[in-house]
């Protein structure tokens, strides 16, 4: 596969070819810039993610860079997948509520389908797009007749785009991916994959029904987190730290403290000798030493006094330095030492990187203690062992409402293939314990 591009244009050549362009739309939405896409088969507008359409690949550049940033993100991906996907059933015997966990083993389809799918990957999978874009594209793949569910695999959200809606049904038919979006025109692309969108409040009977109707055999059926005013593409509230600046804050102090030191003249004492002390110590034969004698002395007594200033031994003790008068009777200083002043201290700028990591963290929603976020000198500590169990238990409880948008897959994979309706998948919670209620410091616990 191979692309040319002309200008603002891509061209890619092959079995498909391709020709991407950059505009606005006009009747759709005015705030959404878009993306002229022309392929063999396909003549239309994507909806443009970020001005170069590259945001994602921008944002995640920046958050690559940023240890606060990757450490909440982290913190919140495990803490929504807890320990891991489990099925259950409850009943309600004696007007009290049982659950049961159940074994996958006891459902040889589900159990099947789950091993065919690799559902623990897929399901960390998506939590992370969700955690970092509060948006998944999982694409279902069924089985000739349509009857079934035969596979689901996560797209990455961060080379999905969304075809511009329909002017006059308001609906959007396709997903475009690639991996090359935002790219310098310089640079080869592949090709963008087309995949028809289903509407994820269609239930499954929908589904399947128009899937038979228009001979669809795969489709991505979104997931996301709740949406404000967004017509395409959510905004994570955690990305409010990208967008107040925050983010480049906190990635610009630590390339400017690098810098610094990289090009900075380190001196530590300012030596300063008269040269009548040399005159005095050697009196005539001073005036007889060669000019390059009387360098190779002066240099062995500055290297000499330099290495008894640097000698970590010698710390608290004293420095004789001689005095002499002038001819006016004035005193003279034979030597002379002086501490230069670094007016950039060690701890410069870490008030900064203190704030730039409480906002990042504070807008991912984790506590710091849970990374032990905190520097030197700094205002945020790493928090006690029972600061951190006290939020890791909040951090798990408001992960429920993230946990029931992951679970939308599940769910209605499950009434697509008429898998037991009794059945009901969750995450297991991590609880902490101390080690006196249990010997392993963890216990499980679902959160239904």
Request: proline share 4%.
């Amino acid at each position: 596969m191979s692309t040319v591009f002309h200008g603002d244009i891509a061209i890619t050549g092959g079995n498909a070819k391709a020709l991407v362009s950059f505009g606005s739309s006009k009747k759709t939405d005015s705030k959404v810039s878009t993306v002229q896409l022309y392929t063999e088969d396909y003549t239309g507008k994507i909806a443009s993610w970020g001005t170069n359409n590259d945001y994602p690949q921008k944002l995640l550049a920046k958050i690559r860079k940023n240890s606060a940033a990757l450490s909440g993100l982290r913190v919140s991906r495990k803490a929504h997948y807890g320990s891991g996907f489990i099925l259950y059933s409850e009943n309600h015997d004696s007007g009290k509520r049982v659950v049961e966990q159940k074994c996958l083993h006891q459902y040889p389809d589900i159990n099947t389908f789950f091993k065919r799918n690799q559902m623990k990957r897929f399901h960390k999978e998506t939590i992370t797009d969700l955690e970092y874009f509060a948006i998944a594209f999982p694409e279902y793949v069924l089985s000739n007749d349509f009857s079934k569910i035969n596979r689901v695999k996560r797209q990455k959200t961060a080379e999905c785009r969304f075809e511009l809606m329909d002017e006059n049904t308001g609906f959007i038919k396709n997903v475009f991916i690639s991996s090359k979006w935002g790219l310098d025109p310089s640079l080869k692309s592949k090709y963008v994959a087309k995949v028809p969108l289903i509407d994820s409040y269609w239930s499954a009977e929908e589904v399947k029904e128009h899937c038979k109707k228009h001979k669809i055999r795969n489709f991505i059926r979104p997931i996301f987190y709740p949406l404000v005013d967004e017509g395409y593409y959510p905004k994570a509230e955690w990305q409010s730290v990208e967008n107040s600046g925050w983010l480049d804050i906190a990635n610009s102090i630590p390339k400017f403290k690098k810098a610094f030191l990289e090009n900075q003249l380190n001196i530590k004492f300012l030596i300063e000798v008269s040269e009548e002390y040399f005159d005095r110590k050697y009196k005539e034969d001073w005036k007889t030493f060669t000019p390059e004698k009387r360098q190779e002395i002066r240099t062995e007594f500055v290297e000499e006094l330099d290495s008894t200033l640097r000698d970590s031994d010698n710390a608290g003790k004293s420095i004789m330095s001689i005095v002499y008068k002038d001819d006016n009777g004035q005193p003279l200083p034979g030597l002379k030492i002086t501490a230069v002043d670094n007016k950039l201290k060690d701890g410069a700028y870490l008030d900064d990187t203190s704030a730039g990591n409480q906002e990042i963290l504070t807008a991912i929603g984790v506590d710091p203690s849970l990374i032990g976020a905190g520097i030197p000198g700094g205002k945020l500590g790493a928090g006690s062992g029972s600061d951190k169990r006290e939020a890791w238990f909040i951090l798990s409880a408001l992960m429920k409402t993230n946990r029931d948008t992951t679970l939308e897959p599940f769910e209605f994979i499950q009434d697509y293939n008429g898998w037991d309706d009794s059945l009901s998948g969750a995450f297991e919670d991590t609880i902490l314990t101390t080690l006196d209620a249990n010997p392993t410091g963890t216990q499980k616990a679902a959160q239904i």
